[in-house]
């Protein structure tokens, strides 16, 4: 099948077997190997990028799904080269541990913090709870989160924790 999407900001049109799994399109056809795949089941949510500004599971979706659609994997969060916000503050408070979870928390929380500017611990926590980490234990991420939260009010701009392709 013919699949039209957008990835990054950048248009792609690609021929896609009708059974294969999006992570997969993303990592194999269009070489954006940030996005991991962890469980293969969904669980884990190492997988998750950003389906028309919406974070999705990219292994329980076939690429067929998004034609169409706007795509935002781990590669379409810094800008011109320079972490986010969020990304700096998870390097500069240490949660990022072996890192292989981490672009899938990211897509996760860049969603999140665009609904809620000022979460609290337990919120964050809450909104990790598809996440899994084996190095962490979620401290230093829960921390990272609320200093990028810190960081962005104290230049009275959200959109540092967005980023953009763009």
Not at 23 to 35: M, Q, S
Request: charged letters at 20%; hydrophobic letters at 35%; aromatic letters at 4%.
């Amino acid at each position: 099948m013919k699949i039209s999407l957008t990835v990054n900001g950048t248009q792609n049109t690609a021929n896609v077997e009708p059974r294969i799994l999006l992570v997969d399109f993303i990592r194999d056809t269009l070489n954006l190997t940030g996005t991991k795949l962890g469980c293969d089941t969904g669980q884990c949510g190492t997988c998750v990028i950003q389906v028309n500004g919406k974070p999705v599971k990219s292994c329980s979706m076939l690429a067929v799904q998004v034609d169409g659609c706007d795509v935002k994997t781990i590669e379409g969060v810094s800008q011109h080269g320079q972490l986010n916000t969020l990304q700096q503050s998870l390097w500069e408070k240490h949660g990022l541990q072996c890192g292989f979870c981490t672009p899938g928390m990211i897509m996760t929380l860049l969603d999140f913090l665009q609904h809620n500017e000022d979460p609290s611990e337990d919120e964050i926590r809450s909104c990790l709870e598809g996440h899994l980490c084996r190095c962490t234990g979620y401290h230093s991420v829960v921390r990272a989160v609320r200093d990028a939260v810190v960081k962005a009010r104290q230049t009275q701009s959200a959109d540092l924790l967005v980023g953009s392709a763009d």
